[in-house]
């Protein structure tokens, strides 16, 4: 009886750990739910290669000031302005939501990129000719014209 006893606890201790571990990590995995497009960039959005790892730069703005009481994300104008990997597109733009209107359970928008990812980064708009260039254009016209 004794020796049953003890095949018995051993698995289903280990089952119940396995259990809590899961539904941990899973929790925390809820955040890809929580910004637009989170399933493009998946764990990967916020964390440098997998659930639990480092954080990427969009992460770290995340855990520094965009998360409610209950460690939900808080996403919106603010949080979308930025470009928090630095690569010129701000976190909206590059998740399909310049504004920051998305909510959650609307629908994903097109075209996203990562918004903790450098290498990834929508096309930005060609700059406009600087006043300098413009300048210099008109110099050169009125040499050849002389
Ligand atoms: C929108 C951003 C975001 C996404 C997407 C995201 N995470 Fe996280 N994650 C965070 C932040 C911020 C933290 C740090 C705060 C905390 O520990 O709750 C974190 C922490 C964690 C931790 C705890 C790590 C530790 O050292 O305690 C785990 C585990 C985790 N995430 C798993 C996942 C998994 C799995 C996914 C994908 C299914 C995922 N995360 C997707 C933002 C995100
Ligand atoms: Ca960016
Ligand atoms: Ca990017």
Do not use: Y
């Amino acid at each position: 009886m004794m020796m049953r006893t003890k095949a018995w606890a051993l698995p289903a201790a280990l089952l119940l750990i396995s259990i809590l571990l899961v539904g941990t990590v899973e929790a925390r995995g809820k955040r890809v739910r929580q910004i637009p497009n989170g399933g493009n960039g998946g764990c990967n959005s916020c964390h440098t290669s997998g659930g639990g790892s480092a954080l990427n730069a969009f992460g770290v703005e995340i855990v520094n000031g965009f998360l409610d009481a209950n460690g939900d994300v808080i996403w919106g104008a603010d949080l979308a302005a930025l470009d928090s990997d630095g690569d010129g597109a701000s976190n909206g733009l590059e998740l399909g939501d310049p504004e920051g209107l998305w909510v959650v359970g609307d629908a994903n928008p097109e075209n996203p990129f990562n918004p903790g990812d450098p290498q990834s980064t929508p096309p930005l708009p060609e700059p406009e000719p600087t006043a300098v260039e413009v300048s210099n254009w008109a110099q050169v016209k009125a040499l050849i014209s002389q």
